[in-house]
């Protein structure tokens, strides 16, 4: 059931963005969008967030216990002319009346914060999943790109050695050498599409898009943010990151079911009525009022007091470690992040504007003799390994960023990706 509401959303999300319905790519706000609800994590955490709207629909009754009835009975047994049959029915209703309603219904509305803080978690852990799957896509569309490039220059190559062959200004081997080195450009080409293929179904997976359909991604690379200072992102972390939320929810969770349980440890009225009829003749009947109270001599909630205890000592140490492993990651993220940036600044600077001239001046020696191939060939790898290594620096920079913003729990630059 939740696959087929998935499937029609997907059509729905497609339908809207490309009213004609071509395959065309799907930006990523409208991705994100749709995995906002029905990515696998989002749809477990909303499962979850309904068992605490159960829970706060139970601590609101008025009455936490169930009355009870009692019946009774029998024959009245004496001289002759006093005997007879008879009847007593009583009704008890325990009372709380030392607030252990409204401790109650707090500990529920903790708990439903603690379960929103973890269904935005989720939200915010699977937009990151699903923006980096589609950064990650679009290196791999890059790649792919680049691999149809370098065939097209291996195509190139190959036929301008046959012509030099035809012409005399080649030989053999040369010729050899140009198709081994066609057909690995070839093989690159394939790999480069399957791991697109595989980009793309991971983007269906995090997403909770149909695998059957994964979706195209917009050509392009997103160019690189500003690398935030640290003291800013760690502000921005330790006061709004949605998992501390829902820790600290658990901490104030966990310290009023301490209260409540000692609450229940108290003596608990309960209020009743009780009528009954003698069996003698005349018959008579009476009706009383009661009051009763439970004695906690044996069981005064003393296993129950000191698992809130540990439980509450748990919540608070969780927040502790949380926090604690929070800094960790930002640090080491921000540090990562700083030094992918730095890459692509080189590549940017230093390495692209080399590449495309290169190129051309290689294509150009070769084809007027003044290169022989096996210079052409070893230059060409260089080129596109070069061009390869910017492809990776930018997919790192794309997991750096992810990692940073996931440990932060906010965007790092405030707008939309």
């Known amino acids: 059931m939740i696959r087929i509401r998935s499937v029609a959303a997907a059509v729905a999300v497609i339908s809207t963005a490309h009213p004609a319905g071509a395959l065309e790519p799907v930006p990523l706000t409208e991705l994100l969008r749709f995995a906002a609800e029905h990515a696998p994590a989002v749809e477990l955490a909303q499962h979850r967030r309904q068992g605490g709207g159960a829970a706060e629909l139970s601590a609101g009754a008025l009455l936490w216990h169930n009355p009870s009835v009692e019946l009774?009975?029998?024959p009245r047994l004496g001289a002759?002319?006093?005997?007879?049959?008879?009847?007593?029915?009583?009704?008890?209703?325990?009372v709380e009346v030392f607030g252990q309603r409204g401790l109650r219904q707090?500990?529920?509305?903790?708990?439903?914060?603690?379960l929103e803080a973890e269904l935005r978690l989720a939200r915010w852990q699977s937009r990151r999943e699903v923006t980096l799957a589609y950064r990650l896509a679009q290196v791999a569309g890059e790649r792919l790109a680049l691999a149809e490039r370098a065939l097209a220059f291996s195509d190139e190559t190959a036929r301008t050695t046959g012509r030099r062959l035809a012409a005399g200004d080649a030989t053999a081997i040369e010729v050899q050498v140009a198709a081994v080195d066609r057909a690995a450009a070839e093989q690159a080409r394939l790999?480069?599409?399957e791991e697109r293929a595989i980009a793309r179904i991971h983007l269906a997976q995090v997403a909770g898009w149909p695998i059957s359909a994964p979706p195209e991604v917009q050509a392009g690379l997103a160019p690189p943010r500003p690398v935030p200072a640290l003291a800013a992102v760690l502000e921005v972390a330790l006061g709004h990151h949605p998992e501390l939320e829902a820790r600290r929810a658990a901490v104030a969770e966990a310290t009023l079911h301490i209260a409540l349980n000692e609450r229940e440890a108290w003596p608990a009225p309960a209020l009743g009525i009780a009528v009954s009829r003698e069996g003698s003749s005349p018959e008579r009947y009476s009706v009383l009022g009661t009051l009763g109270v439970a004695l906690p001599l044996w069981r005064r909630g003393q296993g129950e007091r000191r698992a809130?205890?540990?439980e509450a000592s748990l919540a608070r140490a969780e927040e502790s470690v949380t926090a604690q492993a929070l800094e960790s990651r930002i640090a080491q993220a921000q540090v990562t992040l700083a030094a992918?940036?730095?890459?692509?600044?080189?590549?940017?600077?230093?390495v692209a504007p080399s590449l495309e001239g290169g190129l051309a001046l290689l294509r150009r020696g070769f084809q007027a003799g003044e290169l022989p191939l096996l210079t052409v060939t070893a230059a060409r790898e260089r080129f596109f390994a070069a061009e390869q290594a910017a492809l990776t620096a930018y997919a790192e920079y794309y997991r750096a960023q992810a990692e940073l913003e996931l440990a932060a729990?906010?965007?790092l630059s405030g707008g939309a990706p």
């Open 72 to 74: 009774a009975l029998g």
């Open 80 to 94: 002759p002319g006093e005997a007879g049959l008879d009847f007593s029915a009583s009704l008890t209703q325990p």
């Open 106 to 114: 707090e500990a529920a509305a903790r708990l439903g914060e603690r």
């Open 191 to 193: 790999t480069a599409e």
């Open 308 to 310: 809130a205890e540990v």
């Open 340 to 350: 992918a940036a730095a890459r692509l600044e080189l590549y940017a600077t230093r």
């Open 409 to 411: 729990g906010s965007e």
